[in-house]
Structure formats: C-alpha cells, structure tokens
Nanobody
Framework: QVQLVEAGGGLVQAGGSLRLSCAAS????????MGWFRQGPGKEREFVAS???????AYADSVKGRFTISRDDFKNTVYLQMNSLKPEDTAVYYC???????????WGQGTQVTVSS
C-alpha cells in the first residue's frame, strides 16, 4: 500500500522560505511521478508542481520562479522548496504519487503552510 507522509509546514512571514518534504513508500519510487497540490481556505485543490520519474518538472504559473520541486530517489522523498512566500500561498499542501504518465492516484494527509503579511 502506498503511503505518503508530508513534513515541513508551518508559519512564516511573507518573503520567507519553507521546504516541504514527502516520504513515499509502497511502490517503486524511481518509477513514480510525484507532485504537490494545495488547497487554500475556501478554494478548490490546485496543482502546484510536479516532477516525473525522468526528472522533468512542471509548475503552476503562480509559483514559477519561487518554488522548486526536487526528488531523491535514494531516500524515496520529494521536496518542495518555497521561497519568497506570499500570504496567498497559505494553504494545506498535499503530496501526490502516481504511476509514470498515468496521473496521481495516492495523496498524503497534507501539511499546513501559513504565510503572514
């Protein structure tokens, strides 16, 4: 069974940085596409960033140039480095996993990120 455990959320001032991590287990990590999504207060869940098994990355326009997704296939972990945080980045951030090229089928429990102005 696939399990995803996020960590690294918290409270930060605008302009600050946080690094989220997501430890995965239950499937061959190096063959897995990974992603980050978020859901802000009163909003629907939205795509933030993804990194395919090949290393190819994609970002939402709202975070390009500020967030960086990376993966460590030896540690079965995906990271989201978030810089220049804005109050509108406040959300619960979810890690997602999926077979390569198919889409995401497992989700973590989420970690809260709060950016104060």
């Amino acid at each position: 069974q696939v399990q995803l455990v996020e960590a690294g959320g918290g409270l930060v001032q605008a302009g600050g940085s946080l690094r989220l991590s997501c430890a995965a287990s239950g499937r061959t990590f190096s063959s897995t596409d990974m992603g980050w999504f978020r859901q802000g207060p009163g909003k629907e869940r939205e795509f933030v960033a993804s990194i395919r098994w090949s290393g190819h990355t994609a970002y939402a326009d709202s975070v390009k140039g500020r967030f960086t997704i990376s993966r460590d296939d030896f540690k079965n972990t995906v990271y989201l480095q978030m810089n220049s945080l804005k109050p509108e980045d406040t959300a619960v951030y979810y890690c997602a996993s999926g077979p390569r090229g198919v889409g995401f089928d497992y989700w973590g429990q989420g970690t809260q990120v709060t950016v104060s102005s």
